[in-house]
C-alpha cells in the first residue's frame, strides 16, 4: 500500500515533530532544536496514520485441532489527521483503526493479553462478542493506565464478531476508534479466495465541520444527538482509495473476501460494492448460515460485523461505500478495490459501437 507522508501537514498545524510521528515519542529523543515540539509531545503520542492496512490479516485457518492462541492488544491514545489539515484525538487498538484482526478455530482457547500503556490518560478494557462470559471479558480486562490484564476463553461458537472497548464512556471510546473484528472461522475452515480484505466503519463526533482544518476535540454534545461529523471506513477520510493511503487492488478474474465491522457507536452502514454485488453475503457475520446471493446492500448494525465475496469479472475501481450517500460525498466514508486486467466488452462497453 502506498503510504503519504503527512510529517509536513502535521508540523504545519504544530501537532508533533518527526521524532514522535513515528509513533513512539517516548522512546524517541527530540533533537535540541525541537525543544517547543518535544513540549507538545509530552501529553499525546503523534502518529502519521491510524488506518489499518485492510491487507494485514492472519492466514486462514490450516489445522484440524484446537489449540491456544495467544493474543497481546495494547490501548494506544494517539493524535493523528482525519484528512490533511485536521487532527484528532483517537483511541485505538495497537494504533490502527479498525484494531488488529484476530483469527481463531472454533474451539481454540484465546489466550489475550490487554496493555494500557502508562502515556495513555484513561481506563480501556476489551468486550468480545466471540465468547460467553460478563461483560465479553469487559470487566475482566479493565485496566488504568500502567496496567495490563490477561483473560482467557474458548471460542465456543464460530462467526465474525465485533471486539471493542466498553468502559462506562464506551459510546466515546468506539467512536474514538476502539473496535476491532475476532474471526471464529469453522471446524471445516472457508472456502479459498484470492484476497482477503479488512475494513471497520465508524463515526467521529467533532466540534468542527468535516474539511475544517485544525485541531477537532471530541464533542459529547454532537454524539448525544447523533450527529457525526465524520463517517469513516478504516479511521481516516477516504484512506483506502486513490486520493489517500491508496485503495485495495484485485487483477479481474479474482475472488475477494471482505470482512467488515462497524463500530458505530450508532449509525448503522448500508454496505454496497457499486458496480458491483456482494455474491455470498454472510448475514450478519454467521458463517454457518446458508449465505445469501447477489445482495447488492446489506444492513451491518453498530456492533456487527459481517462478511461477503465479490468477483471481478471487468477492470475498474469498486467503490465501497454506506449507501447514506450523504456520509460517503460529505462524512468521507468510501473505500475502493481496484481491479487490474482485460476490458470485457461482453460484459461491460461503455463505448459500443453505434
Ligand atoms: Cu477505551
Known amino acids: 500500500m502506498p503510504?503519504?507522508?503527512?510529517?509536513t501537514v502535521l508540523q504545519g498545524i504544530g501537532l508533533?515533530?518527526?521524532?514522535?510521528?513515528?509513533?513512539?515519542?517516548?522512546?524517541?529523543?527530540?533533537?535540541?532544536?525541537?525543544?517547543?515540539?518535544?513540549?507538545?509531545?509530552?501529553?499525546?503520542?503523534?502518529?502519521?496514520?491510524?488506518?489499518?492496512?485492510?491487507?494485514?490479516?492472519?492466514?486462514?485457518?490450516?489445522?484440524?485441532?484446537?489449540?491456544?492462541?495467544?493474543?497481546?492488544?495494547?490501548?494506544?491514545?494517539?493524535?493523528?489527521?482525519?484528512?490533511?489539515?485536521?487532527?484528532?484525538d483517537y483511541m485505538t487498538y495497537d494504533g490502527q483503526i479498525p484494531g488488529p484482526m484476530i483469527r481463531v478455530r472454533r474451539g481454540d482457547t484465546v489466550d489475550?493479553?490487554?496493555?494500557?500503556?502508562?502515556?495513555?490518560?484513561?481506563?480501556?478494557?476489551?468486550?468480545?462478542?466471540?465468547?460467553?462470559?460478563?461483560?465479553g471479558g469487559a470487566d475482566a480486562t479493565t485496566v488504568p493506565p500502567g496496567e495490563s490484564a490477561r483473560l482467557r476463553f474458548k471460542a465456543t461458537y464460530p462467526g465474525a464478531f465485533i471486539y471493542h472497548c466498553a468502559v462506562p464512556n464506551m459510546d466515546t471510546h468506539i467512536s474514538a476508534g476502539m473496535f476491532g473484528i475476532i474471526l471464529v472461522e469453522p471446524e471445516d475452515g472457508l472456502p479459498a479466495v484470492d484476497h482477503e480484505f479488512y475494513v471497520g466503519q465508524?463515526?467521529?463526533?467533532?466540534?468542527?465541520?468535516?474539511?475544517e482544518s485544525?485541531?477537532?476535540?471530541?464533542?459529547t454534545e454532537a454524539m448525544r444527538r447523533e450527529e457525526p461529523s465524520y463517517v469513516l471506513m478504516n479511521g481516516e477520510k477516504y484512506a483506502l482509495t486513490p486520493d489517500g493511503r491508496g485503495p485495495m487492488t484485485v487483477e479481474t478474474g479474482d475472488t475477494a473476501r471482505v470482512y467488515f465491522v462497524t463500530g458505530g457507536p450508532n449509525l448503522t452502514s448500508s454496505f454496497h460494492p457499486i458496480g458491483?454485488?456482494?455474491?455470498?453475503?454472510?448475514?450478519?457475520g454467521s458463517l454457518t448460515s446458508r449465505t445469501q446471493?447477489?445482495?447488492?446492500?446489506?444492513?451491518?448494525?453498530?456492533?456487527?460485523?459481517?462478511?461477503?465475496?465479490?468477483?471481478?469479472?471487468?477492470?475498474?475501481?469498486?467503490?465501497?461505500?454506506?449507501?447514506?450517500?450523504?456520509?460517503v460525498a460529505r462524512k468521507g466514508c468510501m473505500a475502493v478495490i481496484a481491479a487490474e486486467g482485460e476490458e470485457k466488452p461482453d460484459v461491460f462497453d461503455p463505448e459500443p459501437d453505434q
Open 276 to 284: 458491483n454485488v456482494w455474491k455470498e453475503l454472510y448475514p450478519k
Open 202 to 211: 465508524h463515526e467521529l463526533y467533532t466540534d468542527k465541520r468535516a474539511g
Open 3 to 7: 503510504r503519504t507522508n503527512r510529517r
Open 112 to 135: 489475550l493479553t490487554f496493555e494500557n500503556p502508562e502515556e495513555n490518560t484513561m481506563p480501556h478494557n476489551v468486550d468480545f462478542h466471540a465468547c460467553y462470559g460478563p461483560g
Open 214 to 219: 485544525g485541531h477537532h476535540a471530541f464533542d
Open 16 to 88: 508533533g515533530g518527526a521524532a514522535s510521528l513515528a509513533g513512539c515519542a517516548s522512546e524517541t529523543a527530540p533533537s535540541a532544536t525541537d525543544t517547543t515540539m518535544q513540549q507538545q509531545t509530552t501529553t499525546k503520542t503523534t502518529t502519521d496514520r491510524v488506518a489499518a492496512d485492510p491487507t494485514d490479516i492472519p492466514d486462514p485457518i490450516d489445522r484440524s485441532e484446537p489449540k491456544t492462541v495467544s493474543r497481546t492488544l495494547r490501548a494506544e491514545e494517539v493524535t493523528a489527521e482525519i484528512e490533511d489539515g485536521v487532527t484528532f
Open 293 to 327: 446471493k447477489y445482495i447488492e446492500t446489506t444492513p451491518v448494525r453498530p456492533g456487527t460485523a459481517t462478511v461477503a465475496t465479490m468477483d471481478f469479472p471487468v477492470p475498474g475501481g469498486v467503490k465501497l461505500v454506506d449507501h447514506s450517500l450523504t456520509r
